[in-house]
């Protein structure tokens, strides 16, 4: 009798595994009720291969090639179609390794029913195909003859082979033990492993060994006296296959010729030895026997690293100092210590684990494995950090592009690098991403997902549509707007092909986020998440905007010709020309907002609101307070006009144009604070957030701290907190921003730059009325408890005298100058006589900070003294990639509409505005011009500057989501482990760690098909 093994949708759970009790009593007596609950027979599942075979019984070998098996799926598994003594309905076989029990699993996926085979149905349980503990790796010959199993049991290292004749159910055959496949001993531990093949002659001769002088025609098949035919790899008539396997404490690959392990020992004249006490054919490597491996070669991996060229000059600019260079890590000798292996156009390329190269070696023939310069994986964020490599991918030649690339996974961080490897590559290194200072938060020279990737695979692949008026369907098409195609109607003679594949108008066909054509990389995360990486969108041209401008980040990388002139694109409307770039993670949406794709364009839930300094609603816009407004498109060429449509903002699910004259926009006929969203690559909008701006606003990460406070002991005044890593923080003084305004041309840089300049607000109480300090010595005419009441006032309300402008700031301590309140340094001290509990504000601008991303700057020590800037003082950072770090808003004169590109335009990743200062003698001046002002408050009142910490307010939405497929979403006991491609049924197939067994979805629907466990 067989045991059924379900297969089901990802999501029957056990109930046992929910902790329910498996038998349910009744109320009604003492009868109970079974519960019945789904076996499951797989478990720690970790490498799978796969097998396509004919019927049993039919021809010399039921292998046929993988093409030759399909998704189709038959009622049982003895079901087969033969016509004319040919298979022509064949089943597709998983092979599973099982790590715990040292088993292979077989599952028939071509079967409705009782897909996962029970070797020994005679035996309780699942019974699956013993081989050693603690399996490795498995991997099949190209023809389904064979699969090899590495074996890492210590002591018993090696590879056990499995003929594809034998790994069906055999009502009539002895059970499968360790001693019923021929298998080899290693010197070490396996590794990965593939299979290549040596190939043929001219003449479609082959050689048995790499150092054989003679090739001779594979033979016949030959009967094995136990009623089937000996197993001969070389007839799948691909070559002499060999295995070649890492083996990682050695240091080395071993190219194993696999046919060996099959061979029976031959007589003088060529015809089988038989053993002649029981008449049996003698094999090599005998069933049951652990002889030593047959490694045709044995090839030490070097690491050769080249000599270490100087770093790179840094960037350089105006008022910023060059961020520090990061010598790489210093040169040292590295052992190999071989990881993932790939195999790409005859080249074999080697992660390790334990040295910063990949591997590389040509491999026209396995049997003259010649290594070749390594690829360097490296690290831009941390140039010091010796990055290693643990699984990889290649592609082939990629059918549009001609390009090539291997993914590489950064064994410290979980990361993706890629790497150039067509034949005209020049660079040994990780591409980088164009345009960084778009997306500062993302590694440039990386894929990152938040959480390590534990596999991935890449494929290529098409859904050619056909010609209407040919049914010819020819592939490889790429999608191209242009309007000026013929389109492919059901009427249309002839027609451009490229046409078919655009965006529908309903938005359900055509190009789109799962719609998937091209060359792509899954990838597989440690949380049994899928994630898709794009690397050759076919239908990449047609997912932009239905015009170019260069607030969209057009023109993309090698558009076609005459795009960028078009003025209505048949494209999908979206509004970037980024939401397909190549490595980096796929987009899951539309980028657009409309009734058909959703709310999906970047922008606001609702407009920007203004509140005053006590947190009160401006409940009426006034074009006389203080203004946010969108600052207006400056193309590089000023005679290109931005149309309406293309410059607005999405709010909620409406969208607003921006007007180009104003920066506003409106609601109802009525105005309304706005920002303008940065769309040049919308991974930029990588969460919805809440801002908040406010005047005079505090930086964070300050509170808490407490710093000595010394404005009369030194050279000069100063407070000191090692702990407090100022510059880290984003704190600028009055010479920093002295340089900036000289940058900048300002003719009253020294004067203006007092008013910008960072202040320290010391937020402690003086002492209490009672205290000693107040009766000692030093207090003495200095100052008295109702003098520092006064001056400062409690740290609840607190008084401008407890504002001190920050000439110079420094990692561990800040210059100060005067109070912006005019208290005196010693008054100062004598009323806050011991460590000072404080913030720092920007001054006379406003402070933009994100719930999420928080305050944004690109402030640095100075690594070293260059012309009035001071070893270590706080600068801004030269480094382009960083521009848009920017958390800091210069208010512009009131009623001033500013450009992109303007001193007082602000722009960081998510949106670019500009600030009005209110209109003299509105609520929000500060300093009404009829009333008398300090010397301090004289800027305040010349630019009309609102009160301290009145604040806009608004929250982001249209944040960027990748496509991600969730593996886990009906349980958390998922550990993936492998991901591989099946060709035969358009499926991936992942191996689960943990109790989900083997996951099979569609890599063209990008949903779950099927599971077996």
Same mark, same amino acid.
């Given at each position: 009798m067989k045991?059924?093994?379900?297969h ?9 595994a929910l902790?329910l ?5 009744s ?14 027979a797989?478990?720690r ?8 075979l004919?019927a ?11 093409e030759?098996c399909?998704?189709?799926r038959?009622e049982?598994?003895?079901s087969y ?6 298979t022509?309905q064949?089943?597709l076989?998983?092979l599973v390794?099982?790590?715990t029990r040292?088993?292979?699993?077989v599952v ?12 020994n ?7 699956f ?10 991997a099949?010959t190209?023809g389904?003859?064979a699969a090899?199993?590495g ?10 082979a499995?003929?594809a004749?034998d790994?069906?159910?055999c ?6 033990s360790l001693s019923?496949w021929?298998a ?5 531990a396996?590794g990965?492993?593939?299979v290549v ?17 003679t090739?001779t ?5 030959e009967?094995?006296g136990?009623g089937?035919?000996?197993?001969d790899?070389?007839q799948?008539g691909?070559?002499r296959p060999?295995l070649?396997?890492?083996?990682p ?5 071993a190219?194993?010729?696999a ?11 060529g015809t089988p030895?038989k053993d ?27 690491v ?6 100087p ?5 350089t600019?105006a ?5 520090p260079?990061t010598p ?6 590295y052992?190999?210590?071989p ?17 910063p190269?990949?591997?590389?070696l ?11 310069d390594p ?15 643990s699984?990889?991918a ?11 690339f291997l993914?590489?996974?950064d064994?410290?961080?979980g990361?993706?690098m890629?790497?150039?490897i067509a ?11 164009p345009?960084?200072?778009?997306t500062p938060?993302q ?18 692949r ?6 209407p ?8 098409v790429r999608?191209?707007?242009d ?6 109607t ?8 490229e ?12 190009a789109g ?5 091209g060359?792509?990389?899954y ?9 898709i ?6 239908d ?6 239905t015009?170019y401008t ?5 023109p993309?990388?090698?558009?076609p010709?005459?795009?960028?002139d078009?003025?209505?694109l048949?494209s999908?409307?979206?509004?970037s020309c980024?939401v397909?770039?190549?490595h980096t ?6 980028m657009?907002?409309?009734?058909r794709?959703?709310q999906?364009?970047p ?9 005053n300094?006590?947190?009160t609603?401006?409940s009426t816009f006034?074009?006389d307070?203080?203004?946010l ?5 400056a193309?590089k060429?000023a005679?290109e ?7 607005t903002l999405a709010v909620?699910g ?7 004259k104003t920066?506003?926009?409106t609601?109802a006929g009525d ?11 919308p991974?930029?909008?990588?969460t919805?957030q ?9 930086l ?7 710093a000595?406070?010394?404005?009369t ?9 090692a702990?407090?890593r100022f510059?880290?923080?984003?704190v600028?003084?009055?010479?920093a921003w002295?340089e900036?305004?000289?940058s ?9 730059a ?6 320290v607000q ?6 209490a ?7 000692s ?12 009441k006064a ?5 609840e309300l607190?008084?401008?005298a ?10 561990d ?8 309140g ?14 000072v ?19 944004l700057?690109?402030v640095?020590?100075?690594p070293e003294?260059?012309?009035t800037?001071p070893l ?11 521009a848009?770090?920017n958390?800091r ?8 509409v500013?450009? *992109?590109?303007d001193p007082? &335009?602000? =722009? %960081?990743p998510?949106? #670019?505005m500009?600030?009005n200062?209110? @209109? ?10 009829d009333?008398?002002?300090t010397? *301090?408050?004289?800027r305040a &009142?010349? =630019? %009309?500057?609102?009160? #301290? ?5 608004? @929250? ?7 496509l991600i497929?969730n593996l886990?979403?009906a ?7 492998? =991901? ?7 499926e991936?197939?992942i191996?689960?760690g943990s109790?989900?067994g083997l ?5 063209s629907?990008?949903?779950i098909t099927?599971?077996?466990y």
């Open positions: 045991r059924r093994f379900s089901s949708p990802l999501g029957g759970l056990a109930l046992a902790g009790p498996l038998a349910l009593v109320s009604g007596g003492c009868q109970t009720q079974t519960v019945p609950t789904a076996v499951r797989l478990e599942s970790g490498r799978v291969s796969f097998l396509c004919g049993p019984g039919v021809g010399t070998t039921p292998a046929l090639p993988f030759r399909s998704g189709t038959f049982t598994p003895e179609a033969v016509a004319n003594g040919v022509t064949p089943h076989y998983a390794t099982q790590t040292g088993e292979v699993a028939d996926m071509s079967t409705k029913v009782d897909a996962v085979l029970d070797s149905p005679r035996v309780p349980g699942a019974n195909l013993p081989i050693g503990a603690q399996p490795v790796d498995i099949s190209n389904s003859m090899f199993v074996v890492a049991e210590p002591g018993r290292e090696g590879i056990f499995l003929a004749k790994i069906r159910v009502d009539t055959c002895a059970p499968k019923s021929p080899c001993a290693l010197p070490g396996p990965e492993m593939l093949y040596d190939p043929k002659n001219d003449a479609d001769e082959v050689r048995a060994r790499c150092d054989d002088a090739f025609k594979p033979r016949d098949p009967p094995d136990a089937g035919y000996l197993v790899l070389t799948e691909l070559g060999k070649v396997v890492t083996i404490d050695h240091g080395a690959l190219v194993i010729d046919q060996t392990l099959f061979d029976v020992e031959r007589e003088a004249d030895k002649p006490a029981t008449g049996e054919l003698s094999y090599v490597h005998a069933p049951g026997s652990w002889k030593a491996c047959p490694i045709d070669r044995w090839v030490p991996l070097t050769d690293l080249p000599v270490q060229s770093p790179a000059p840094p960037p600019g008022a910023c100092i060059a961020p260079v790489p890590a210093p040169a040292q000798a052992d190999a210590r990881a993932g292996i790939t195999l790409s156009e005859k080249r074999l390329f080697v992660g390790d684990i334990d040295a190269v990949v591997h590389v040509d491999m026209k023939t396995p049997c003259e494995p010649i290594e070749r690829l360097l994986p490296t690290s831009l964020r941390e140039p010091s950090r010796v990055v290693t490599t699984q990889l290649a592609s082939p030649t990629l059918a549009g592009s001609l390009d090539r993914y590489a996974v064994d410290l961080d990361s993706v890629v790497f150039d034949e005209d590559a020049t660079s040994r290194r990780p591409i980088t991403r345009h960084p200072e778009w938060g590694a440039p020279d990386r894929v990152e997902f938040g959480v390590p990737v534990q596999d991935l695979v890449i494929i290529e098409d859904n050619p549509l056909p010609i008026s040919t049914g010819v369907a020819p592939e490889g999608c191209n707007p309007p000026d195609l013929t389109v492919c059901s009427t249309a003679t002839s027609c451009d092909p046409t078919l594949y655009r965006t529908s108008g309903t938005y359900e066909t055509g986020p799962t719609r998937m054509r060359a792509f990389a990838v597989v995360l440690g949380t049994g998440q899928i994630a990486v794009d690397i050759d969108d076919y990449a041209f047609c997912r932009a905007p015009r260069y607030l969209y980040g057009c993309p990388p090698g558009a010709a005459g795009l960028a078009e003025e209505a048949a999908s409307g979206e509004v980024n397909v770039v190549p993670p796929r987009s899951a949406n539309y657009r907002t409309s009734e794709t959703g999906n364009q922008g606001l839930s609702g407009f920007p609101l203004l509140y300094n006590q947190g609603l401006q006034d074009l307070a203080p203004l407004r969108a600052t207006v498109p193309p060429d005679s006009a931005i149309p309406a449509v293309h410059f909620g409406t969208l607003r144009v921006i007007d180009q920066g506003l926009t609601n105005l309304e604070h706005t920002v303008a969203m940065n769309l040049e690559d991974r930029a909008q990588s919805s809440t801002f908040t701006i406010t005047y005079e606003g505090a964070p990460g300050f509170a808490g701290k407490a000595r406070l010394d404005l002991g030194g050279p000069v005044a100063s407070l000191s907190d702990a407090s510059c880290d923080s984003g600028l003084g009055q010479r002295e900036i305004l000289a900048e041309g300002d003719a009253n840089a020294a004067a203006n007092k008013s910008l300049a960072d202040y010391i937020g402690s109480n003086i002492p009325e009672d205290d000693v300090h107040w009766k010595p030093e207090t003495q005419g200095v100052c008295t408890f109702q003098q520092c001056t400062f006032g409690p740290a607190p008084r401008q407890r504002d001190i402008t920050i000439v110079e700031a420094y990692q301590r800040l210059e100060l100058g005067a109070s912006r005019g208290a005196a340094p010693e008054v100062i001290e004598c009323c806050f006589p011991t460590l509990g404080f913030n720092v504000r920007v001054g006379g601008q406003w402070a933009v900070t994100g719930n999420a991303s928080g305050f700057h690109h640095i020590s100075a003294s260059a012309g800037t270590g003082a706080c600068r801004n950072s030269c480094d382009p990639t960083l848009r770090q958390g808003v210069r208010a512009a004169p009131h009623g001033v500013v450009k *992109d590109g007082l &335009a602000f =722009i %960081n998510f949106f #670019r500009a600030i200062d209110p @209109a003299p003698d509105n609520e929000f001046d500060a300093v009404p011009d009333k008398s002002t010397a *301090d408050d004289a &009142a010349a =630019i %009309n500057a609102p009160p #301290r910490d009145t604040f806009f307010q608004f @929250a982001t939405q249209g944040s960027f989501r990748p497929l886990a979403s349980t958390t006991e998922i550990q993936p482990q492998a =991901i591989s491609f099946v060709p035969s049924t358009g991936l197939a191996t689960d109790l989900e996951i099979l979805l569609s890599a629907r990008l949903d099927r599971q077996y």
